[in-house]
């Protein structure tokens, strides 16, 4: 095992893989940037190291002044948490040939799941299904992009092969505007990711989004059951729970099963999330994770398997200890992302905390790096924290998680925490398994606004 861990990442993720290094007796290395040189978490690593000043260009996502700070600190791996390097493959190659461990997959299969197309390729050589689409890349000119793209059928989701995190996506209903999409996206993903190639895919009505959650070394690999994220805005995730509601039993077993196999197929290592698209009769891949996932805690609470521990077992050992017949699905979890912005806009809220007080009680836990007194930062992700809440079934985490929600005091800046309760008082939450669109028509219906009862 690793005597000292550096940890690439800020916020909760910090926090949450350093719990982890802590109860493994791994000492831990954290890295900030100078806008988060107060982060109480900081103070409780064993070595802090200042990687550069607030813009992440210039820090979290500096690989030189981290690979430096592992150098000094002697740490012998890295774990990248998820966000900014966590799925950059010249990254870990660069931490393997300074010496150290990279805490995930290999480059090479970093790099290929990284490019959603050879991802989507290679999965399907392991017998997963695929959304109709293209099966190369659009071509350069956009006349022609549009004539290959429209083959689809419409409606349609242009998506740029390097995207992620919800951006670099557009959905087209008719030939007439296609063209002009192709444009704008290849130049929006060539800007963003650096890469401008695109590829089209059939636009699914309103399917739910269901993930598994794999374990892998390469030769053995275990699932840990599914989530269900289908609640989301802009394509981003909003309220994600484990298992997938409602699906029939054989089913959610095969997949699991197929996601297993794929991972053999492809000697796969690591930890890893295969997401897919079901329209209630088919899963539908879209593409791998080949991380931690923000999500991981509603999959913790009901197996017990602590992810990040297993994540770090099978980078110093590169063998994973688990065996399938031993882990064992208990109730159901849910998990709220409470973000730093105004309930009804949207709109990033960064600021002073004044009054902090997080819930508690039976089933719940936060992972949050908050606390009052806390200053958010202007310039990252504004996820401040993930509140989960664990029942022996889905009715009493609900229930448990709408108590929390109600005793939840962030007090200073807006927060969703209002979105989330009454997305949690809604009847058709409450039934369980909508679909991707769900939210978003609510949304639309004044959900969000100000004022609207709880
Ligand atoms: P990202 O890497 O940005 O997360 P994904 O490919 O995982 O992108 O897609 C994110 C979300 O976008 C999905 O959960 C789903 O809501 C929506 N989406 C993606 N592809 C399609 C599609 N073909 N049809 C309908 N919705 C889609």
Do not use: W
């Not at 504004?382 to 989960?388: F, H, I, R, Y």
């Amino acid at each position: 095992m690793f005597e000292k861990i550096l940890i690439a990442n800020r916020g909760e993720v910090a926090l949450r893989v350093q719990r982890t290094c802590r109860e493994m007796g791994v000492q831990t290395v954290m890295v900030y940037s100078e806008a988060d040189v107060n982060a109480k978490y900081l103070r409780l690593a064993d070595e802090a190291v200042c990687i550069g000043p607030p813009p992440a260009a210039e820090s979290y996502l500096n690989i030189a002044a981290i690979v430096a700070a592992a150098e000094i600190t002697e740490a012998e791996a890295i774990h990248p948490g998820y966000g900014f390097l966590s799925e950059n493959a010249d990254f870990a190659e660069r931490v393997e040939k300074s010496g150290f461990v990279f805490i995930g997959p290999d480059p090479e299969t970093i790099r290929m799941m990284g490019d959603k197309l050879a991802a989507k390729r290679a999965m399907q050589k392991t017998g997963l299904k695929m959304i109709p689409g293209s099966e190369q890349p659009l071509p350069a000119d956009a006349a022609q992009a549009a004539e290959e793209a429209a083959k689809t059928g419409f409606p349609l989701v242009v998506k740029a092969a390097a995207g992620g995190g919800g951006r670099g996506m557009r959905v087209v209903h008719t030939d007439a505007v296609l063209a002009n999409v192709i444009s704008v996206l290849r130049r929006e993903a060539q800007a963003a990711f650096g890469d401008s190639s695109l590829y089209a895919e059939k636009y699914l009505d309103n399917p739910r989004h269901i993930e598994v959650q794999i374990l892998s070394d390469g030769k053995n690999a275990v699932h840990l059951g599914t989530r269900d994220c289908s609640l989301q805005r802009r394509h981003q995730k909003v309220l994600e729970e484990a298992p997938a509601p409602g699906l029939p039993r054989k089913r959610e077993e095969g997949i699991c099963e197929a996601c297993v196999a794929a991972c053999k197929k492809t000697g796969y290592k690591g930890a890893g999330t295969f997401e897919f698209l079901y329209d209630g009769e088919r899963f539908y891949f879209i593409e791998m994770n080949a991380r931690l996932q923000v999500e991981h805690p509603v999959t913790e609470m009901i197996t017990g398997v602590d992810v990040v521990a297993e994540q770090i077992k099978i980078a110093a050992s590169r063998r994973l200890d688990l065996k399938q017949k031993e882990i064992r699905f208990f109730g159901a979890a849910m998990e709220c992302r409470i973000n730093a912005e105004d309930p009804a806009t949207f709109v990033p809220s960064p600021g002073l905390i004044r009054q902090y007080h997080a819930p508690g009680g039976n089933g719940v836990r936060v992972d949050s790096h908050a606390y009052g007194g806390y200053e958010v930062p202007p310039y990252y992700d504004s996820l401040l924290a993930k509140l989960v809440a664990y029942g022996e079934d889905r009715k009493q985490a609900r229930a448990r998680m709408q108590s929390a929600l109600r005793e939840y005091v962030i007090d200073g800046i807006a927060t969703n925490l209002p979105l989330h309760a009454r997305l949690l008082a809604d009847a058709a939450f409450a039934q369980g398994g909508v679909g991707i669109r769900y939210l978003e028509s609510k949304i639309k219906e004044g959900f969000a606004a100000p004022g609207a009862a709880v």
